[in-house]
């Protein structure tokens, strides 16, 4: 089952690079910048969590978990801000920073970690099992960001989804 999840990353980061490729090779537009970035935070998540999934000490671990939240922190914002550009919805660029210094508090809490217990309250590393593992206790930075990566990507489905039936409805009256 280990090799499987490791050979399942190797794909998806050979998917995400060639995608990226792609992404040099077309234009330039905006959104396709934003494609862009989410794409090299997603490559950058899935190395990390290679990565992790390959350390066999607590000090490999950790520094796998750091990588990883460099791309993970602000892929669903990425996201959120690619979904509404393509579909022609100019989001307010405050609302997008402050999701951006959110992100950059998720890295900040992460990389900071033997300092305070904001993001994991206890780390442990296990052998056991069916292979080495990191055994985190979390904390209220860790539930910051759950909710963040699960709000933010449903919040700006559901208002395209809005205003998509707005648009339909002008267009019915016209």
């Given at each position: 089952m280990f090799q499987i999840l490791v050979g399942i990353q190797i794909i998806a980061i050979l998917v995400t690079i060639l995608a990226i490729v792609n992404m040099f090779r077309a234009g330039s537009s905006y959104t396709q910048k934003l494609m862009l970035a989410f794409l090299v935070a997603t490559l950058v998540h899935n190395a990390g969590y290679?990565?992790?999934l390959l350390a066999k000490t607590l000090a490999e671990a950790m520094i796998a978990i750091r990588i990883e939240y460099l791309g993970s922190s602000i892929v669903a914002i990425l996201f959120m801000?690619?979904?509404?550009?393509?579909?022609?919805?100019?989001s307010n660029i405050?609302?997008?920073?402050?999701?951006?210094?959110?992100?950059?508090?998720?890295?900040?809490?992460v990389w900071t970690t033997p300092l305070h217990q904001l993001y994991y309250k206890d780390i442990a590393f296990c052998d056991e099992g069916a292979f080495p593992h990191v055994v985190l206790t979390y904390g209220p930075g860790f539930y910051f960001y759950v909710l963040m990566c699960t709000t933010v990507p449903w919040a700006s489905v559901v208002l395209l989804l809005l205003l998509y039936g707005k648009k339909e409805k002008s267009l019915k009256r016209n």
């Amino acid at each position: 089952m280990f090799q499987i999840l490791v050979g399942i990353q190797i794909i998806a980061i050979l998917v995400t690079i060639l995608a990226i490729v792609n992404m040099f090779r077309a234009g330039s537009s905006y959104t396709q910048k934003l494609m862009l970035a989410f794409l090299v935070a997603t490559l950058v998540h899935n190395a990390g969590y290679l990565q992790e999934l390959l350390a066999k000490t607590l000090a490999e671990a950790m520094i796998a978990i750091r990588i990883e939240y460099l791309g993970s922190s602000i892929v669903a914002i990425l996201f959120m801000m690619f979904m509404c550009e393509y579909c022609g919805y100019k989001s307010n660029i405050w609302y997008e920073r402050a999701l951006l210094l959110c992100g950059c508090a998720v890295i900040v809490m992460v990389w900071t970690t033997p300092l305070h217990q904001l993001y994991y309250k206890d780390i442990a590393f296990c052998d056991e099992g069916a292979f080495p593992h990191v055994v985190l206790t979390y904390g209220p930075g860790f539930y910051f960001y759950v909710l963040m990566c699960t709000t933010v990507p449903w919040a700006s489905v559901v208002l395209l989804l809005l205003l998509y039936g707005k648009k339909e409805k002008s267009l019915k009256r016209n």
